[in-house]
């Protein structure tokens, strides 16, 4: 197994330190550790019940980690006594379906969370809306149902929800696989955009040139451990772990 050299973790946005998931008898993650500093975009690959998920999940508590530690921000969100949902706050996250509230309107999907959580005004939570929906390309849509929309859209608005709660990061799970593919691109450059931004964000994907052209990081895992990680292009271009060479052989 491949890992980075010693280094300062103290400013990371996301710390994972010897992160372990069980379900019942089975261990999804098996001691995973890697962190994901200010601004940069990491991506985890790796075949289908390698972890990818559950680590991400994990990483906002929407699943309860077994051991370990999960840092965000300096707090530390796995202790017992922290306030989750203040945490939580923190961190946008889009999932690969949609989550859409099918009987609002696109501009309500966006403004709800917004005036509950935030406590936002109904005023400022549509100005903030409208913004991020101008954002993803989706201003002129703001008054269609979800089921009047495109799968690609329908994730572009979801991901114009998400930025809606002003989040420090962002985490996504498979956001363009349940899309067809002349889709994908439209997702796919709202998130070059957000990175550009300096949004930091956690990618699970299987979009390898996304990672290429976008990603500070590569991370691929198999079997609930952390096989190889490092520079996206050194990866995908010469991956030093026969898994890894095994598992880019077979999607690049």
Do not use: W
Not at 101 to 124: C, G, M, W
Not at 144 to 152: E, Q, R, V
């Amino acid at each position: 197994m491949m890992t980075e050299p010693a280094i300062d973790r103290s400013a990371a946005a996301i710390d994972v330190q010897d992160l372990h998931k069980y379900f019942g008898d089975n261990e999804v993650l098996k001691g995973i550790d890697f962190h994901v500093d200010q601004g940069q975009v990491v991506c985890v690959v790796g075949p289908s019940g390698s972890g990818k998920s559950t680590l991400l999940r994990c990483v906002n508590r929407l699943e309860e980690p077994t051991s370990g530690r999960i840092v965000v921000e300096g707090v530390e969100i796995t202790d017992p006594d922290v306030d989750v949902d203040k945490v939580r706050s923190r961190i946008g996250m889009v999932f690969q379906q949609f989550n859409l509230f099918p009987h609002l309107t696109v501009l309500r999907n966006l403004t709800i969370a917004q005036q509950r959580v935030r406590r936002r005004s109904k005023d400022e939570a549509v100005e903030v809306a409208r913004t991020n929906l101008a954002k993803v390309g989706l201003a002129d849509r703001e008054d269609a149902y979800p089921a009047h929309l495109s799968g690609g859209q329908q994730q572009r608005v979801a991901i114009a929800r998400a930025l809606s709660m002003s989040p420090d990061m962002m985490l996504f799970d498979e956001p363009t696989s349940a899309l067809d593919p002349e889709l994908v691109g439209d997702v796919l450059d709202v998130m070059r955009d957000l990175a550009s931004e300096g949004m930091t964000m956690m990618v699970v994907t299987h979009e390898m040139g996304f990672a290429r052209e976008v990603g500070h990081k590569l991370v691929f895992m198999d079997g609930g451990v952390i096989v190889e990680e490092g520079d996206p292009r050194k990866v995908l271009a010469d991956p030093q772990h026969e898994r890894t060479q095994a598992f880019l052989s077979k999607v690049l």
